[in-house]
């Protein structure tokens, strides 16, 4: 009987659809390239509010630039994801000073450059997190706080 818990949270990991929020080419498909393989399902790219939110609706996980091609958007973005969708928000930035902690919105924070073992670990966290499983912070993501 305990043999099925991981495989089914193994399942739920697999299942998990990523979107990714970035104005940069080259970075959204080295990010894309990562998921992928994880053996996980690439939700769709956006650069900005509009085609992020339209892809909400299909989305688990998102990572999320701060300045996006319709400029500084990135931080209101994913607290909506986060808020209004349930989206489990990492942002991806630069400049991560300029990404204030939310309580209860988006998971934490990462900044550029991002090695692609960085992004599979904070995506296994990211899963976790959402399924109820165990997996270790990665060190360079900065956590915001979490109440339940």
Known sequence: MLTNV???????????????V???????LDV??????????????????SHALELAQTTDIAFVDVNLSDGRTGPSIGRELAETYGITVIFMTGNPEDVEEIENGPLGVLTKPVMPHVVEQSINFAVASRTGGIAAVPRELRVFRRHH
């Not at 991981?6 to 990714?20: C, E, F, H, K, T």
């Not at 970035?22 to 959204?28: M, P, T, V």
């Open 6 to 20: 991981p495989s089914r949270r193994l399942a739920q990991s697999a299942d998990q659809r990523v979107l990714i």
């Open 22 to 28: 970035e104005d940069e080419f080259l970075i959204a």
């Open 32 to 49: 894309a390239e990562t998921v992928e393989a994880m053996g996980l399902k690439v939700a769709g790219f956006a650069s900005g509010r």
